[in-house]
């Protein structure tokens, strides 16, 4: 039910679309990899590959261990197919597909197999407990491929088996990373993108990362990790978050860990612990963890050294060109992550009721009105304006609000969903409704082909988008009219960010 509802909050934007044209098995192009060879499918004079390795099972042992590299191989691996997708709770659309342990495969479209092209690699989003790169690849290859840009997607692990930090892992593994295997295994993916991708006409050195929502999350983790220095070029966080509820320290994971292992019918702190749960299937993994999602980046030491926004106010970060935003309506998916008032009080001391006197002087809003507004603001707004306005100290940084409705859903919805823009900005998903739309969408693809292209989202025919600094402090504001909006809910904003800096003894953006 839960994964259900997850995606009812995100159907605006869904991506997974009808499979790429498939070629005669006699077309079939073949790409020798530091691994050994694939054949993919052609598409025009270049071809889609899915489902390759990019490394071993994380199953049995190996659960709860950095990945390994894929053992190499040498007859061609069948890459016409998707692999199977991360362990996750079932979903209508996702019944049919498989699920395994041996899960970390990437997925390449490439327009040729000539030249050195810009690199867009995804990562996708689905609260860090469902998803795969599937969903986002059909429709990207289609819009960006015919842009001369390539386009990879990837999985990797999800819910408790790419999250999880217990006293038993760090004595099994003194020295080691323990924690975030889901971002070990992206920068695992971007590692064999690195080192296998000109093999395919693309270019190492032009890799922008993208994501939303858990994607989005996951870019500004990637930007602020030392593992992934050097394995990106450019970087672009949708609805991502970033100063509130972006990471948790180790000492709270491992709490949380010792909880789901006593949920899952384990005791203990040793290894022993540890033995047992590997014993476990994923359904009984999956089964320890009712309730709303909870899982995020922790702080361990070494791949997140520290807070999310702290490393981005102190230029820890990776030093490239970096677009942040959000949406109208980010609370939209609220439902699902449980983050109502009494979750907005517990979890992170704030009172809606008084917050009132900076949303809502005259006293003119619903309650529930007021609690959309802050829950969107909160997470989402504050912090991509504040991520963008903090990265604007050290490299080049765009910000945009996302607000457009299309036509026939105006007056029915209280804004634009959490992640709206990917459906229009990776694709043809909202395109194909309307001129309006279209034209929408031609903008967006327009603006981050340029920034793929040469880290720089403007050019010619679109409206200026200015860099967030000095005298430009405002978002991109794209609806019907798209223009940047300085000042832009500069009140409710500021409020947030204060409470950041407060805590953090940080400066403001």
């Known amino acids: 039910m839960r994964a259900t509802r997850y995606l009812a909050g995100m159907a605006s934007f869904s991506l997974i679309g009808s499979a790429l044209t498939a070629a005669p098995a006699a077309q079939a192009p073949v790409v020798t990899t530091a691994s050994g060879p694939v054949r993919g499918v052609a598409q025009g004079a270049g071809g889609i590959f899915k489902g390759i390795p990019f490394a071993q099972t994380t199953g049995g042992d190996h659960r709860w261990t950095p990945p390994r590299p894929a053992l190499p191989w040498t007859a061609s691996f069948d890459a016409s197919q998707f692999g199977p997708i991360c362990p996750q709770p079932e979903r209508p659309d996702y019944r049919s597909e498989r699920q395994s342990e041996d899960c970390l495969s990437i997925n390449v479209a490439t327009p040729s197999f000539s030249g050195k092209k810009p690199v867009l690699v995804l990562i996708h989003g689905g609260a860090f407990f469902v998803g795969s790169g599937a969903e986002l690849f059909d429709d990207a290859a289609r819009a ?3 842009r001369g840009i390539l386009v990879v997607s990837l999985n990797y692990r999800l819910g408790r088996l790419g999250f999880f930090s217990h006293p038993g892992l ?8 323990t924690g975030n ?3 070990m295994d992206q920068v695992a993916g971007l590692n064999w993108v690195h080192s296998n991708i000109a093999r395919f006409g693309g270019d190492p050195d032009k890799v922008t990362i993208m994501g939303c929502s858990a ?4 870019i500004n983790a990637l930007m602020t990790s030392p593992k992934s220095r050097g394995l990106f070029a450019r970087a672009s966080a949708h609805s991502g978050g970033g100063i509130n509820n972006a990471t948790r320290p180790q000492a709270q994971a491992e709490r949380e860990g010792v909880a789901f292992a006593a949920r899952a019918g384990v005791t203990g702190e040793g290894g022993q612990a540890i033995t047992a749960l590997r014993r476990l299937d994923p359904a009984a993994i999956m089964a320890a963890d009712p309730g709303p999602p909870n899982f995020g980046a922790v702080v361990d030491g070494e791949m997140i050294p520290q807070e999310t926004a702290i490393a981005f ?3 820890d970060i990776a030093r490239v060109p970096y677009i942040a935003g959000s949406t109208s309506n980010e609370a939209s998916i609220f439902g699902l992550m449980g983050f109502d008032e009494k979750a907005l ?8 009721a008084a917050v009132r006197k900076i949303y809502d002087p005259a006293t003119k809003l619903s309650p529930a009105e007021l609690l959309r507004q802050v829950q969107t603001d909160f997470i989402f707004t504050s912090a991509a304006t504040a991520t963008a306005g903090l990265a604007a100290r050290w490299q080049p940084s765009w910000s945009y609000y996302f607000a457009y409705v299309p036509t026939a859903e105006r007056g029915k919805v209280a804004g634009a969903p959490h992640c709206a823009d990917f459906g229009y900005t990776l694709g ?3 395109a194909s409704q309307g001129a309006e739309n279209a034209r929408l969408a031609a903008m967006m693809q327009g603006y981050w082909t340029n920034f793929i292209k040469t880290g720089n989202p403007n050019g010619s025919g679109l409206p200026q988008w200015s860099q967030y600094k000095g005298a430009h402090r405002g978002p991109l504001l794209i609806d019907s009219k ?15 960010w204060k409470l950041w800096a407060e805590r953090t003894g940080q400066k403001l953006p």
Do not use: C, H, M
């Open 345 to 352: 009080r517990d979890r992170f001391g704030i009172d809606v």
């Open 482 to 496: 798209t223009t940047v909006t300085p000042n832009f809910r500069a009140t409710q904003i500021a409020y947030w």
């Open 181 to 183: 295997y889901w971002l």
């Open 428 to 430: 043809a998903a909202k």
């Open 170 to 177: 760090r004595a099994e593994q003194p020295g080691a990373p």
């Open 215 to 218: 994607g989005g999350s996951s």
């Open 313 to 315: 106010a102190k230029g």
């Open 144 to 146: 960006y491929n015919e």
